[in-house]
């Protein structure tokens, strides 16, 4: 026998995208409901990116669950770029970005303190959500299906949010003669570790060499991410965590390897590398955001940071929907959104070639990407592009 409940904004997905949106449209009085198809204990245990651009952290702010970001996460002013020929070179965020910065805060630890925030409201989340299914998008009436164990459920709301990830249902439901996909896929990935180790270096350290990409990044002064390109075939078996740290400071600056703390790995996982959107972000009364719409390589920092300026865009509509009884934000939804979507798919897209060792890379290429780098170094218009870019867009 199927339960019905009825709420105003049915959201798919309990991952950074779908409570974000949930919390603040519950701060508007609007009510939401989150189904999740992992248990909560699952979501916490992804281990993501780390960088959160200025405007996600007011965002953060405005849905009051900043405090513990405020206190633990790191303002970062700048960040490294070391190639082998040209060294260590530090780009200077503050100064070429107009005073902005990033926060150094984990994605983990984001999507916890939503959590507890969701929880301390006493907003819905409904994990181990399974089959869930949004019906009749084209509609004014949609609605959404799941199962918990042999109880079938069904929401009734107004509109239906596809916060489900890459691999989520909701993308999937809009009909493939209206659903448009670009994707590029790089011939390579990032195995990353985790370990309880001091950081290296107090900024992110972003290297190019002949053996390819590295990054040095953190979560704390006691926690370090760290990450080397390698080739799609590889696998984490493979890598011992001996041989990660060989690796490894065979691609950052010697200083900076002679000060490597390493340590056992807490965490460790291949990546691929791929650029993705589909278009439009909109069919009938589902919206689609984040990583359901848009995938970015990491290089750039920008996936989380994507998936926060579709939220602010989609938080601006419901609330002018609801609060002015005006659809001017809903009907440019997905113009707005994926406008800047793809400037940080631009981005993230030039970040990865200029710092990666592609196989069978043409000589010409080679010294294109010395010459970027030189010119990037050598030019405050382009220092000012990429920091600009990296500090984040204005929404
Ligand atoms: N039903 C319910 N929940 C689902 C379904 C489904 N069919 N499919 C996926 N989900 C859940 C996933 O378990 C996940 O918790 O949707 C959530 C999507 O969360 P994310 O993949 O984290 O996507 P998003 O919230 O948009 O966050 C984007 O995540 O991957 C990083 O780099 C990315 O930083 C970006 C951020
Ligand atoms: C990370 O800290 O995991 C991280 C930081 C910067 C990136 C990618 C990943 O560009």
């Avoid at 339960?3 to 603040?24: C, D, E, H, M, R």
């Avoid at 060499?209 to 704390?220: D, H, P, V």
Wanted: proline residues 4%; charged residues 25%.
């Amino acid at each position: 026998m199927t339960q019905t409940t009825k709420t105003q904004v049915g959201i798919i997905g309990g991952g950074p995208s779908g409570l974000l949106l949930s919390q603040l449209l519950h701060l508007q009085g609007i009510e939401t409901v989150v189904l999740e198809r992992q248990s909560r204990k699952y979501v916490l245990a992804r281990v993501r990116a780390g960088v959160l651009e200025h405007g996600f952290a007011n965002l953060m702010r405005e849905a009051r669950c900043s405090e513990r970001m405020e206190k633990e996460g790191e303002i970062h002013h700048g960040f490294y770029i070391y190639d082998q020929q040209a060294g260590k070179q530090r780009v200077d965020l503050h100064k070429y970005s107009g005073d902005n910065s990033v926060i150094v805060y984990g994605q983990t630890e984001l999507t916890r303190d939503l959590y507890e925030a969701r929880e301390k409201m006493g907003g819905i989340v409904i994990h181990n959500a399974e089959d869930v299914k949004p019906h009749d998008l084209t509609s004014v009436s949609p609605f959404l299906t799941y199962r918990k164990g042999e109880d079938v459920h069904r929401i009734d709301c107004d509109f239906i949010i596809g916060a489900d990830g890459f691999h989520g249902v909701s993308r999937k439901s809009i009909p493939k003669d209206i659903l448009k996909e670009y994707e590029k896929l790089y011939p390579f990935g990032w195995l990353g570790v985790l370990s309880r180790t001091k950081p290296v270096s107090p900024e992110l350290i972003y290297a190019r060499t002949e053996r390819g990409f590295a990054l040095c990044s953190m979560r704390s002064q006691v926690l370090s991410r760290y990450y080397i390109q390698v080739p799609l075939s590889d696998t984490e078996e493979g890598w011992s965590d001996d041989a990660f740290w060989d690796e490894l400071k065979q691609r950052i600056p010697a200083d900076d390897a002679a000060r490597l703390i390493t340590g056992p790995s807490i965490e460790k996982s291949i990546a691929p590398l791929r650029s993705f959107v589909a278009e439009p972000m909109r069919y009938g009364n589902l919206f689609l955001a984040g990583d359901a719409a848009h995938i970015v390589p990491p290089t750039g920092a920008r996936g989380l940071n994507s998936a926060a300026s579709d939220i602010y865009y989609l938080y601006s509509a419901l609330v002018e929907h609801y609060k002015k009884g005006s659809s001017k934000g809903l009907e440019n939804y997905s113009a707005r959104a994926l406008a800047r979507v793809w400037k940080a798919q631009r981005f993230s897209w030039w970040m990865t070639m200029l710092l990666h060792r592609f196989p069978e890379m043409p000589g010409y290429d080679r010294r294109l990407q010395d010459i970027e780098l030189a010119y990037l170094f050598s030019s405050d218009a382009a220092m000012s592009a990429l920091a600009e870019n990296y500090t984040g867009l204005p929404f």
